[in-house]
């Protein structure tokens, strides 16, 4: 990672990221994850859908087009 930067939201479920202008914003979400001990199911990847397991936990992950991430299908602003 370079500058970049996650930060989790103490309230709720919600990731903001920091970005360069020359990083692409998925790669440090998913970085930040496997990180913090998340393992992509790759297998279960469909288009900008990305899903992540700990722990007996899944995590599912939506990137679009409009720079927004969803995570568990919450908005992630």
């Known amino acids: 990672m ?10 709720v479920d919600e990731y903001y990221v920091k970005i360069s202008s020359d990083e692409f914003d998925f790669n440090v979400v998913r970085d ?6 998340w393992k992509e199911i790759k297998h279960q990847r469909m288009g900008g859908l990305y899903v992540f397991e700990r722990d007996g936990k899944i995590k599912r992950i939506i990137n ?6 969803f995570i568990d299908g919450k908005l992630n602003l």
């Open 2 to 11: 370079t500058d970049a930067q996650v930060t989790q939201s103490l309230l």
């Open 32 to 37: 930040y994850l496997k990180k913090e001990g």
């Open 64 to 69: 679009t087009q409009v720079k927004t991430i």
